[in-house]
């Protein structure tokens, strides 16, 4: 009794065998079982250890045997095959699954583009080419306004496997700081092509981040390089931000003292002493540079420190008052001159 065509039978578990590299044994095995669970579905209350399943491998023709004697009822090749061949194509699909879960594990930390497919729960699931990805709560930008069929960039973060049900999942995110370095490749040459380092970024993500650079070749001016003639490349990393993203961009410097005073644009006339031991820096500025240096509710600062990996202390330099010079005294000096 034939259940699939051989040629059908054959191919299909070549493909898994050959192609996806499993034991083809494995798979007859798991058509066996599923064959012998739709027997049983139909004959309640069998023994099950009294009845085993026959298949030959070469064109899959297939017998149901109690205490080895055959007992395949009439009809029931027609079961068979369509148990056999739904095994098949589960088992290729899984293979397929596997490979394409195998090729995106190989680009893990670079971005990918992705569209929105559905919301799952607190999750987003974004269709990234030949696969599907979730986006935990913890990866969304805050503020930023997702729906259906939004194309938008993805960081690739992890493969997520879950034991209990034995699926792998792969997550991506939009409040990752890697998102904006791979950004910056695409609109960035001289960062593609090495030639422009990014050395750390730091995000608050919907809000602000800070990206601190350096050039690996001299005659490159990095910072210039990354905002682009009249901040157009700058800018297209924003826009791929849903423009909701302020990016400073900062130029590297071994010397801390440096490093901290350029990480705190806009602000400027300022002066930094390094306290080592305690890794703090403390800058002191013109009063009226001080409000700028801190940032709205802290951020620019907060940020900074994070960038240069020093706590920052800032302290305000008081006006010092020009000496008053009295009228009479004025006169009396012009009368001497004449």
Known sequence: ??????????????????????????????IKGAILA????????????????ELDPRNGE????QNGKDVTPPGFGRIAAQTAKQVLLQKIR???????????????GTVVNGMILRFQGPNIIVDIGKAEAIIPPAQKIPNENYYFNKKMSVYIVE??????RGTREIVVSRAHPGLIEGLLRREVPEVASGNVVVKKIVREPGSRAKIAVASSQSGIDPVGSCVGQ?????????????????????????????????????AKNINVKIKEKEKTAVVTAPQEEVPPLIGREGQNIRLAS?????????KGEEKKDLPIVEEDTVESAEKKEK
């Open 230 to 266: 009249r901040g157009v490349r700058i800018q297209a990393v924003i826009d791929a931000l849903d423009g909701l993203e302020k990016i400073d961009i900062i130029q590297w410097s071994d010397d801390p003292a440096k490093f901290i005073a350029n990480s705190l644009s806009p």
């Open 62 to 65: 297939t017998k149901i045997l």
């Open 94 to 108: 899984e293979k397929e699954k596997d490979a394409i879960i195998e090729e995106y594990s190989k680009r893990i």
């Open 306 to 314: 994070k960038l240069v990996g020093y706590n920052i202390e800032v």
């Open 159 to 164: 493969i997520n496997e879950d034991e209990l």
């Open 1 to 30: 009794m034939a259940v699939l065509q051989k040629s059908e039978f054959t191919l299909a578990l070549n493909q898994i065998s050959s192609e996806r590299g499993v034991d083809p044994n494995v798979i007859l095995d798991t």
């Open 38 to 53: 739709a027997y049983r579905k139909d004959h309640p209350g069998i023994e099950v250890e009294e009845f085993s399943v």
